[in-house]
């Protein structure tokens, strides 16, 4: 059980195109999904945190009109990547839990998302 | 904010015990959570301690001293397999979401 799911698992698209990354929870429903970036031999990052039904809450230094997120429903949240240029390269992953109180949050697979 | 230390990298040989620490400082602890992570895939959970003392799940261990802000995740009969990143996570300030460390890289050779 607990299984998220991310799609793509990779994309490649051109400086000042748009790219959309969905996080699905499979197997349970998600109230709360979070958005990391990890970058080459970095850590996780978190760049926001979402609740189903409200807007997301950013982390400090993370650009809302940049990577907007929507968490329309329990098992669905997507981080769209607007006008990506190339330091936006890097591993976005997801993660999703029912109650971070009383449980882990359970990662995606990742997205390598590459800006030429 | 929160400071969380573990070494960048470390190398050990299959069959061998290897301990990963971790040091931390944050207000309002709400446990800490080691996990895997192999290169280009997500992490995955390993461990979560909030009380302290050893807590033992197969070949992997994992210590919390909660007064010295100090963790270690202790692996046993090294597999080439268990060749990772490993990240201590502390949630901040009070929080249940956690921050990662810089994670260790985990080198095991025949």
């Known amino acids: 059980g607990a299984v998220v799911s991310q799609h793509p698992s990779w994309v490649i698209c051109k400086s000042g195109t748009s790219v959309k990354i969905e996080c699905r929870s499979l197997?349970?429903?998600?109230?709360?999904m979070f958005w990391y970036r990890q970058f080459p031999k970095q850590s996780l990052m978190l760049m926001a945190t979402?609740?189903?039904?409200?807007?997301?809450?950013?982390e400090q230094g993370v650009e809302k009109d940049k990577f907007l997120i929507n968490h329309a429903s329990l098992t669905l949240s997507t981080l769209t990547v607007t006008s990506a240029h190339p330091e936006d390269s890097s591993f976005y992953i997801c993660?999703?839990?029912?109650?971070?109180?009383?449980?882990?949050?359970?990662f995606g697979p990742g997205t390598r998302l590459t800006v030429l | 904010g929160q400071n969380i230390d573990q070494p960048t990298e470390m190398t050990a040989t299959e069959g061998a015990i290897v301990q990963i620490n971790c040091t931390y400082q944050?207000?309002?602890?709400?446990?800490l959570f080691w996990y895997q992570q192999h290169a280009g895939e997500a992490p995955t959970f390993l461990s979560y301690n909030v009380l302290d003392g050893l807590e033992e799940k197969g070949r992997f261990s994992s210590f919390l001293s909660r007064s010295k802000g100090y963790s270690y995740l202790l692996l046993k009969e090294l597999q080439m397999k268990d060749s990772a990143s490993y990240l201590c996570a502390v949630p901040s300030g009070g929080s249940y979401i956690p921050t990662f460390g810089r994670g260790t890289s985990l080198i095991v050779h025949p």
């Open positions: 979402s609740n189903e039904g409200s807007k997301a809450t950013y």
């Open positions: 944050t207000s309002g602890f709400n446990g």
């Open positions: 197997d349970f429903q998600a109230t709360t």
């Open positions: 993660s999703a839990t029912w109650d971070l109180t009383s449980d882990t949050q359970y």
